[in-house]
């Protein structure tokens, strides 16, 4: 039996303002937007090439807005993500190297915080 990770829920402030982050400035795709009472708008956003996606919206966490650590996304090139970042304007780390991957950072307006790794080469 899969046993697959498909959404991950991200607690934020201001719905709008972190969709249009997501969505413009870290270029996920808006997979669904509803709103299904006074009480629950749901967002599913996803990286392209991504099986997971998150979740924002009203009355899906309870979680504190900007709580979250340790969202990691993995690409091929660190340098073409970092430059894609920064020409959609996020505020992101400079490429820092480790033994396990080499990595750029940055937070959405609520400062849930998000790395960006590329994997070192295997064996």
Known sequence: MDWKLELVAVPVSDV??????????A????????TVSDAIRFVQLTPPG???S???GKGITDGEPGSVRG??????DIEAARAELLARGA???EIQ???WGRFVFFADPDGNQWSVQQIPPRG
Do not use: M, P, W
């Open 54 to 56: 998150i979740a924002i």
């Open 16 to 25: 709008d303002r972190a969709k249009a982050f997501y969505t413009g400035t």
């Open 97 to 99: 190297d480790f033994d």
């Open 27 to 34: 270029g996920f795709n808006a997979d669904h937007d509803y």
């Open 91 to 93: 505020e992101v780390s």
């Open 50 to 52: 991504s099986a997971c």
């Open 71 to 76: 969202l990691q996304l993995v690409v091929a």
